[in-house]
């Protein structure tokens, strides 16, 4: 069993920063990549940025040059420092994590709140 458990969300004035943490834990074999999407109410999920195990990262063009996704492989986590935060970047923000050398399992975890206000 796989377990994502994220933290380092909060209540933050626009132009802010959070740093968002999540830990993978259980049987953890094979990464893919561990990524952050985001939820806002009424609206899809919709990626904020991925990270490979090679260490390859993609971020959504709406937060380039404001988040940066970085990973401790040892530690089994990853970051998601946010920077220059907007209020449109108020959403429940979910831990995602990809395994499998040929098929591939996906899990994420239960998401922690990221609230900017203007």
């Known amino acids: 069993q796989v377990q994502l458990v994220e933290s380092g969300g909060g209540l933050v004035q626009a132009g802010g920063s959070l740093r968002l943490s999540c830990v993978a834990s259980?049987?953890?074999?094979?990464?893919?990549?561990m990524g952050w999407y985001r939820q806002a109410p009424g609206k899809q999920r919709e990626l904020v940025a991925t990270i490979s195990i090679k260490g390859t990262t993609n971020h959504a063009d709406s937060v380039k040059g404001r988040f940066t996704i970085s990973r401790d492989n040892a530690k089994n986590t990853v970051y998601l420092q946010m920077n220059s935060l907007k209020p449109e970047d108020t959403a429940l923000y979910y831990c995602?994590?990809?395994?499998?050398?040929?098929?591939?399992?996906?899990?994420w975890g239960r998401g922690t709140q990221v609230t900017v206000s203007s």
């Open positions: 995602n994590l990809v395994m499998g050398a040929w098929a591939r399992s996906t899990y």
């Open positions: 259980g049987r953890i074999v094979n990464i893919y990549s």
